[in-house]
């Protein structure tokens, strides 16, 4: 997945630039990613930048709902993607993030049911 971050970065600015296809002359699962962006996750959400602040240290950090973590460019920490949904329920969530980028989010998700018992348990 962390290949594809760069094009679906560019497809979701040029989405709002008007673009309507995937370029012809790219492989087939850059053309999937594509039009899952161009014609929306039958699931939904969409793919979204949130803006974050960094627990330590103040500062803004960016990060994409198909991220599971970023890192804070002033200070290092790093932030857990805290808005995980459609991993846990949609049918096409593995063929839409690819295996590696789908196990890490469940995951992820998991950590976050752990931690969010634990605080209601105890």
Not at 84 to 100: E, I, M, N, P, S
């Amino acid at each position: 997945m962390a290949e594809l971050l760069p094009i679906v970065r560019e497809v979701g600015e040029a989405k709002h630039r008007g673009m309507k296809a995937a370029p012809a002359e790219l492989p087939e699962k850059e053309q999937e990613v594509i039009h899952m962006i161009l014609e929306g996750c039958q699931g939904k959400p969409q793919i979204r930048i949130m803006d974050k602040l960094c627990p330590r240290c103040g500062h803004e950090i960016e990060i994409f709902s198909v991220d599971t973590e970023a890192v804070c460019e002033n200070c290092g920490f790093t932030i857990y993607n805290d808005s995980l949904t459609c991993v846990q329920w949609c049918k096409y969530a593995r063929k839409c993030f690819g295996d590696a980028a789908y196990e890490a989010l469940m995951k992820a998700a998991e950590r976050r049911k752990a931690r969010a018992d634990a605080c209601t348990s105890g």
